[in-house]
């Protein structure tokens, strides 16, 4: 049992010097839809939309759990302009395993991002019953959430970007949601069986099943900037989506921050969960992945030490397995039940590992570089970030300032600092 506490014996203490940190700015190509309830009025106009709605029909709306830029503003609109059009919408979760891999907690976790019955203007519809549309020949089944399969159309609400696991045309977007999200637990076991080195093909494969047997009407896709806002939004009929998503994949890809360093010895995350990344922080900034996922940075990355966990992941710590130094605090705030149902679903269970713990965030961060290889601790390079998602302002050690001046992305706004460490042995906000 891991008590409140942990003392154990370092050689040394962990009284080491360590470089001071200066803030950084970092800029981004950072286009942002200015109107999205005019944005998405003005789409449903095209004829290839509007006709898909049969006035009285039930529309089913699938909206997942990660944390999409105003995910709440696009569904209130695609709400508003399907009951202009005599349709019934109703939201239903599209999220495989996440929410504890319960109905009552996966319609939790939307309404935590603002997904209400009031807001939207329709019903919230939770169940983690499904209906099996195609048995593969090697015996996979296609499951899909009963209440989409008993509508009269369905549509996905998703953002469009990288994958943290796999690389193909098709990766986190509408294809995936399709497939995985309204699969359920059940379904995205199914598909997880064959791992993420074959999503590249099936996933766009049972997509094609699932819309032969249910009646896909369309997806919106949301690219997001470098600053988590909205850079578009795009209603995408069902007869586009294989055309289209894997354009709207690579101007997410042109879009999304990332660390502008090919070697870090300690990256700091504040915070990790599944609203920012599927994998809890996103290994497509930290250049570090699942074991047996073959992945190459940059950046490489010596050490990760991760703080705390947000609010809005329910106390899914997917992904801490990656990072090498957690706090106490993060420990106390996992919710095992939760963290284990999203990571046996995914079957790559390291990622539920639990790294070193230390019992303040101070305590986490000297260890880190104590721990360094043939790196003294007043040299390390050590970047601090909020999370994956944010980081057009970081904090970077002052052996990495040469860097930052030469690169053409960053500047410094700000003088070097001690570490703002409280009595608790806590960080200030950078």
């Known amino acids: 049992m891991i008590e409140d506490r942990i003392?154990?014996?370092?050689?040394g203490g962990l009284d080491i010097p360590l470089p001071r940190m200066v803030p950084v700015e970092v800029t981004f190509e950072s286009p942002v839809l200015k109107d999205i309830a005019q944005t998405v009025k003005e789409q449903f106009k095209a004829r290839e939309i509007k006709e898909k709605?049969?006035?009285g029909g039930t529309i089913a709306i699938g909206c997942g759990s990660r944390g999409v830029a105003s995910v709440a503003e696009v569904a209130r609109a695609v709400v508003s302009e399907i009951k202009?059009?005599?349709?019934?919408?109703?939201?239903?979760?599209?999220?495989?395993?996440?929410?504890?891999?319960?109905?009552?907690?996966?319609?939790?976790?939307?309404?935590?991002?603002?997904?209400?019955?009031?807001?939207?203007?329709?019903?919230?519809?939770?169940?983690?019953?499904?209906?099996?549309?195609?048995?593969?020949?090697?015996?996979?089944?296609?499951h899909v959430d009963r209440y989409a399969a008993e509508s009269d159309g369905i549509v996905l609400i998703n953002r469009i970007k990288v994958h943290t696991n796999?690389?193909?045309?098709?990766e986190s977007g509408i294809v995936k949601m399709m497939t995985i999200g309204m699969g359920k637990i059940h379904g995205a076991t199914e598909i997880h069986f064959h791992g993420f080195e074959a999503f590249d093909e099936l996933l766009p494969k049972l997509a094609k099943i699932i819309m032969g047997k249910l009646p896909f009407l369309f997806g919106v896709g949301v690219v997001e900037n470098a600053r988590e806002q909205i850079a578009k939004v795009e209603v995408i009929p069902a007869e586009s989506l294989f055309e289209r998503e894997p354009e709207l994949l690579a101007l997410s890809k042109e879009l999304m921050p990332k660390l502008l360093f090919d070697t870090i010895d300690v990256l700091?995350?504040?915070?990790?969960?599944?609203?920012?990344?599927?994998?809890?922080?996103?290994?497509?900034?930290?250049?570090?992945?699942?074991r047996f996922i073959p992945w190459s940075g940059p950046p490489d990355v010596q050490k990760i030490v991760l703080l705390d966990l947000t609010g809005k992941t329910h106390g899914n710590a997917t992904g801490l397995g990656l990072a090498d130094v957690i706090t106490m605090k993060l420990y106390r705030k996992m919710d095992i039940a939760s963290t284990y149902a999203n990571l046996i679903t995914a079957t790559y269970l390291d990622g539920a590992s639990i790294p070193m713990i230390m019992n303040t965030e101070e305590e986490a961060?000297?260890?880190?570089?104590?721990?360094?290889?043939?790196?003294?601790?007043?040299?390390?390079?050590?970047?601090?970030?909020?999370?994956t998602l944010e980081l057009t302002r970081i904090m970077v050690s002052e052996p990495m300032l040469t860097q930052v001046e030469a690169h053409p992305q960053m500047k410094a706004v700000g003088a070097a600092s001690e570490f703002p460490f409280d009595r608790q042995g806590n960080l200030r906000a950078a």
């Open 268 to 290: 700091i995350i504040d915070e990790i969960g599944k609203d920012i990344s599927g994998s809890g922080f996103d290994p497509n900034v930290t250049g570090r992945n699942n």
């Open 53 to 55: 709605i049969k006035p």
């Open 84 to 142: 202009e059009l005599g349709g019934n919408p109703f939201i239903f979760p599209a999220m495989a395993s996440h929410g504890a891999a319960t109905a009552e907690g996966q319609k939790k976790v939307l309404e935590s991002y603002g997904i209400t019955e009031d807001y939207v203007g329709c019903p919230l519809r939770a169940t983690m019953d499904t209906v099996i549309v195609e048995t593969l020949e090697d015996g996979t089944k296609v």
């Open 365 to 387: 961060i000297r260890l880190a570089v104590k721990t360094l290889r043939r790196v003294r601790p007043q040299n390390a390079r050590i970047v601090r970030i909020k999370n």
């Open 7 to 11: 003392d154990v014996n370092i050689a």
């Open 166 to 170: 796999f690389r193909g045309p098709f």
